[in-house]
C-alpha cells in the first residue's frame, strides 16, 4: 500500500521552509546593511537551496506533486525580495568603496603633523619609504 501526498511530500516541505527560512534570515541582514551577517548565511542559504532542489525531483520523479502553487509563489517573493536587497547591497558597498578610492590621494597629498613629548607641532611627518638592497 502507498501513502499518497496531498500535496508535496513532507521532505519537499521541510527543505522549502528551511530555505525560506534562511532567506528571511539573510534578506533581515542585508535590509539592515548587515553584509557580515549576510556573508556568514550565504553557505546556508546554498545547502537549503540545494536539498530544496533535489527534493523537488525526487517528488517530480516519483510522480508525486511538486509543492504547492502557494507555497512556491511565496519562496519566489522571497527570492525576488533576495535578489533586490542583494543588488542594494552591492551598490551600497560599490559607494563606500569609491568614497575610500576618492579620500586616499586627499589624505595622502595633505602632510601629516607631528608633535613633540610636549604636544607642540614640530612639522609633516616624513614620507614612509623602504630601500632593498641585495648583494
Not at 59 to 82: T, V
Not at 84 to 106: D, Y
Amino acid at each position: 500500500m502507498t501513502t499518497a501526498f496531498p500535496t508535496a511530500p513532507p521532505t519537499a516541505l521541510a527543505a522549502a521552509e528551511a530555505l525560506a527560512s534562511t532567506i528571511r534570515s539573510e534578506n533581515a541582514a542585508l535590509a539592515a546593511l548587515d553584509l557580515p551577517v549576510a556573508i556568514r548565511l550565504l553557505a546556508q542559504k546554498r545547502q537549503h537551496g540545494e536539498a530544496f532542489l533535489a527534493a523537488q525531483a525526487r517528488s517530480l520523479a516519483a510522480g508525486m506533486p511538486a509543492l504547492p502553487r502557494d507555497r512556491l509563489a511565496a519562496l519566489a517573493d522571497l527570492a525576488a525580495d533576495n535578489k533586490r536587497l542583494l543588488e542594494r547591497a552591492i551598490k551600497v558597498q560599490g559607494r563606500v568603496i569609491a568614497s575610500i578610492a576618492r579620500a586616499v590621494p586627499r589624505a595622502t597629498a595633505t602632510p601629516m603633523q607631528r608633535y613633540d613629548g610636549g604636544g607642540k607641532v614640530t612639522g609633516p611627518s616624513p614620507v614612509a619609504m623602504a630601500l632593498l638592497a641585495q648583494a
